[in-house]
């Protein structure tokens, strides 16, 4: 079924076509959520939201980009809602330094995920959005409210965080 067809299908009420949808995308979308809050429960919850705002809203689907964008953004926007606290964007000073992790004899793709989800919430997110999801400093500040000043000192703050972390 290609893309198109899929998206008429959901449109009509397809349960078929809903299904086949879900199971196009949910894998990555549950990785990008999970990567976001850290946290199997959120992330599944983050999933079951985004998913169905994705139904609710197909109809708005103009195509200007992929479906998948379209519907990672969505996920991206829950995830933020979701992990949105008072004091998510901390002063680098209030951020603790004794962040650790183990990572025994070598560094692999596990240990760096340990790594980025070891970031404070701010530095992990904008991390993720820009260098895992290709987001720009602009659309990442979009997304979350912020400025692109403050997005590139995250990202900074969490390159330089990471490669301290991942010094022997």
Known sequence: MTEAELIKACLENNRFAQRTLYDRYKRAMY???YRLTSDFDEANDVLQDAFLDVFRKL????????LGAW?????VRKAYRKLEKPKMWQLIEEIPEET???????????????AIQALPEGFRTVF??????????KEVAEILSISEGT????????????????KP
């Open 71 to 75: 519907i990672r953004a969505i996920v």
């Open 128 to 137: 993720i959005l820009i260098e895992v999801e290709g987001y720009t400093h």
């Open 59 to 66: 109809e708005n689907y103009r195509g200007e980009a992929t």
């Open 100 to 114: 650790s992790v183990d990572w025994g004899d070598a560094i692999n793709a596990e240990y760096l995920e340990k």
């Open 151 to 166: 997005s590139k000192s995250q990202l900074f703050y969490a390159k330089k965080r990471l490669r301290e972390m991942l």
């Open 31 to 33: 990785t990008l959520a």
